[in-house]
């Protein structure tokens, strides 16, 4: 079966040799490639523990909350580098109009998946400070946009992991000095930045799970964030 041309992963032993290609020439958009790309492998990370809370939330709820809380920041970068591109694409600047947009497919995902993945961290933090007693309508919001956040996950992967290590690894080992070590200290502060104010979020919010943690065993199964 033919692979689509918009999925992202190696497919011969030469797309595994590009991780030993050397550098390619400069190019301006360069560091918004990198720091989506290194933010995204983040996410995932964090994202593959989330998936581990969810065998047992209750009891690991506490970790669930604060690896949700960690989420935040790392996704609001993501998803500002991702607008940035897009409006100086769709505003014509020279640079981004040679490197072209992603395939179609991934360019209609974009906007759903930020806003999936929005609805999701944002109810969950809603039901935290909520409480059980009036979780309803939000655990219902929270469920649901989960689901639709995993399915455009899926294909968000399909379509950027591969090239995402490609550019983080090239990231990692590239020898630079000057304004190009610079400019990877200031994207590698970014990240920092965006995992720093998921501490704070998680710091603030932790304490206010006791309602959720405190509920006898048998409460409303079904009822958690």
């Known amino acids: 079966m033919k692979i689509p041309g918009w999925v992202s992963l190696p497919r011969?032993?030469?797309d595994l040799a590009i991780l030993d290609r050397p550098e390619e020439p400069v190019d301006p958009?360069?560091?918004n490639t990198r720091l989506t790309a290194a933010t995204g492998i983040v996410l995932v990370a964090l994202l593959a523990v989330e998936?581990?809370?969810l065998l047992s939330v209750r009891q690991l709820l506490t970790?669930?909350?604060?690896?949700?809380?960690l989420l935040i920041g790392p996704?609001?970068?993501k998803s500002a580098s991702t607008a940035y591109r897009f409006t100086r694409y769709y505003s014509g600047a020279p640079t981004y109009r040679r490197k072209g947009p992603p395939p179609l497919p991934l360019r209609l995902l974009g906007p759903l998946i930020i806003v999936a993945a929005l609805a999701v961290l944002g109810t969950g933090v809603?039901?935290?400070?909520?409480?059980p007693s009036g979780s309803g309508l939000l655990l219902t919001a929270h469920q649901t946009s989960f689901w639709f956040f995993v399915a455009f996950l899926a294909?968000?992967?399909l379509g950027h992991l591969w090239d995402a290590i490609v550019v983080s690894w090239r990231e990692l080992r590239a020898s630079l000095s000057g304004a190009a070590a610079r400019r990877r200290r200031w994207r590698y502060l970014s990240i920092v930045l965006a995992l720093v104010v998921g501490v704070a979020a998680a710091t603030l919010l932790v304490p206010s799970t006791s309602p959720w943690t405190s509920r006898p065993a048998g409460h409303s199964a079904t009822a958690r964030p």
């Open 12 to 14: 011969s032993t030469a």
């Open 29 to 31: 958009t360069r560091g």
């Open 51 to 53: 998936a581990v809370t």
């Open 63 to 69: 970790l669930h909350v604060i690896v949700g809380a």
């Open 75 to 77: 996704v609001v970068l």
């Open 126 to 131: 809603a039901l935290i400070l909520v409480g």
């Open 155 to 157: 294909v968000h992967l």
